[in-house]
């Protein structure tokens, strides 16, 4: 069956270290994969987008990777804050099918 | 651009009552989408619109929803009759694709439906 997953629920770290959050996916053909920050009580934010073809994309303090062998993409925060304290959901668009959202990792940065 | 909006914020109905949801998309976006969100299945994609056109409504869990786009400008999410299962926070978000691969989804500020 199809599944995606993010490593874990939640996730605690110190301010000024590095988050990694990991997205899985199986029996899925993504043409490319997204990841977006959702606040409590808000529609989520897009951050970043990789391609299929892409290995790594950067946007100032965030980094994405992309492994189609492996099935899985790396989401990484460096020198974190705690206003990036949210909730990071991975999201697919599969060849041929509609967008599919994993469940989700609640990150809190720890001043 | 006011982004994606959505009324109203907040639904409280009882159980049998028709719910309509409505939605802005931002101008000149393409795609529209309707997603609802519980804690226990999480991001879940109801329905989609191109050019006003549904193109996969997969999603919708039951004959009691519903969704319309009659312009590009504008669209409804309906249920009738509401359940308490409805219960969930249920999103709009909109896109410009253009003929190209998909791009980034904005979303509105959703709607928290709860039905007693």
């Known amino acids: 069956s199809q599944k995606i997953e993010q490593n874990s629920e939640a996730l605690n770290i110190q301010e000024g270290k590095t988050a990694t959050l990991t997205c899985n996916y199986t029996?899925?053909?993504?043409?490319?994969l997204q990841w977006y920050r959702q606040d409590p009580g808000r529609g989520p934010v897009f951050l970043l987008l990789?391609?299929?073809?892409?290995k790594e994309k950067r946007k100032e303090r965030l980094k994405v990777t992309f492994d189609t062998t492996l099935k899985q993409s790396l989401f990484h925060i460096t020198a974190s804050q705690p206003a990036d304290s949210a909730t990071y959901l991975c999201?697919?668009?599969?060849?041929?099918?509609?967008?599919?959202f994993g469940p989700g990792t609640r990150l809190s940065v720890l001043p | 651009d006011a982004g994606v909006i959505q009324s109203p914020r907040h639904e409280v109905t009882e159980m049998g009552q028709e719910v309509t949801l409505r939605c802005k998309p931002i101008?000149?976006?393409?795609?529209l989408f309707w997603y609802r969100q519980t804690m226990m299945r999480g991001l879940e994609l109801l329905i989609y619109?191109?050019?006003?056109?549904?193109?996969?409504d997969s999603g919708m869990p039951e004959d009691r929803f519903s969704a319309k786009m009659p312009n590009a400008s504008f669209s409804t999410l309906k249920i009738q009759p509401s359940e308490p299962r409805d219960s969930a926070v249920y999103f709009c978000?909109?896109?410009?694709?253009?003929?190209?691969?998909?791009?980034?989804?904005?979303f509105g500020p959703g709607t928290r439906l709860t039905v007693l």
């Open positions: 101008s000149g976006h393409d795609y």
């Open positions: 619109f191109n050019n006003n056109v549904p193109i996969d």
């Open positions: 990789i391609r299929e073809n892409e």
């Open positions: 029996n899925y053909s993504p043409a490319y």
């Open positions: 999201a697919l668009n599969p060849y041929g099918q509609n967008f599919v």
């Open positions: 978000a909109s896109s410009f694709v253009g003929g190209g691969l998909y791009n980034e989804q904005f």
